[in-house]
C-alpha cells in the first residue's frame, strides 16, 4: 500500500489537499455529491481537479467497523482507474492510499 494523497476535512464537509504519483502532482478537492433520488449507487464525493472532475468516492465501513472512502480516479491521460481508500488518521488527517 502507498500514500498517494493527504486530505483535511473542512467543517464544511469538502475534503482539500494533494494527490501525488510518479505522473503527476496536483492540489484536489473531495466535495460533497448533491444527493441523488434516482441511484442508491450515486456517489457522497466527487473529485476535483481544477475544476474538473477526475473521480469519485463512496462512504463504507470496514470490517473493524471504521469509517472511510473508497475512491475512483480516471482521467484520458491515466492509463487506466486508479482505486484507493481515503481513510482518517489519529491526528484528524486523511490519507489517500493506494493499492492493487
Known sequence: MTQIG?????????YTGTIKTLAFDVK????????STTSEKAPDLRVVVSGVEIGAAWRRTSKD???????KLDDPSFAGPIYANLFEGE????ALIWSR
Open 6 to 14: 493527504s486530505f483535511t476535512r473542512g467543517a464544511d464537509g469538502i
Open 28 to 35: 484536489a478537492r473531495l466535495v460533497p455529491s448533491d444527493p
Open 65 to 71: 467497523d471504521r469509517p472511510y472512502h473508497s475512491v
Open 91 to 94: 491526528d484528524g488527517e486523511h
